[in-house]
């Protein structure tokens, strides 16, 4: 096992250990929840990095990392319901349609391409910060607000992102920066992936 796939296996497995401390310790285990998102959050950006260092990005990297990501947020998700249920209960229909969407990315490509969808989109990428400060707000702050319906609309237009991005591909592809770049590359243009948003 290398590197990235350590940090990848490590992040995989903190989505259950999070889970687990919400359902044990609920309302005392908030902030070593933060904490250990953060150290999900830092695995997910190294291991990209060394990765690209190491000449070790390949397909099956990718794909393994996307797949972790979902499961790791749909933890923190989870966790945060078990603990913040009473905050959260009026705003089930939101969440309900960022998961739907979430799963309709994923049927979507599937139909399509047989694989699950892996864009690691620049958008998406946003999302993925305004999920920390929302997770951080509602677990470390006991607070929705700003932070919460901040991430439901970057989520719900990351999700619009990533659909385009699936139907405009004439074939499967990974890291695929936005629709406008999937555009590109149904025009059989060349396109630049910033090595920012390539991790």
């Known amino acids: 096992m290398n590197l990235p796939q350590f940090l990848i296996l490590f992040r995989l497995i903190l ?16 902030i070593l929840i933060v904490i250990l998102m953060f150290a999900g959050l830092f695995s997910d950006i190294f291991d990209g990095i060394i ?23 749909l ?31 994923y049927l979507i490509s599937f139909i399509k391409f047989k694989k699950e969808t892996c864009t690691h989109a620049m958008l998406s990428k946003f999302w993925g910060i305004t999920l920390i400060i929302a997770f951080t707000s509602l677990l470390g702050f006991n607070h929705a ?18 659909i385009l991005i699936i139907f405009l591909l004439p074939n499967w592809q990974h890291d695929i920066p ?22």
């Open 15 to 30: 989505a259950p250990v999070i889970i687990l401390l919400a359902y044990f310790m609920e309302e005392k285990a908030s």
């Open 51 to 73: 990765a690209r260092k190491l000449n070790l990005s390949t397909e099956k990297l990718r794909r393994q990392d996307s797949q972790t990501d979902l499961i790791f947020w």
């Open 75 to 105: 933890s923190m998700g989870f966790a945060t319901w078990m603990i913040r249920r009473d905050i959260l209960s009026d705003k089930l229909l939101f969440i309900f349609i960022l998961i739907g969407m979430e799963a309709l990315c």
């Open 145 to 162: 607000g700003f932070p919460f319906y901040l991430t439901l609309l970057i989520g719900f237009l990351a999700h619009i992102d990533v």
């Open 178 to 199: 936005s629709f406008y770049h999937a555009l590109e590359i149904r025009r059989g243009k060349p396109i630049k992936r910033h090595k920012l948003f390539n991790g």
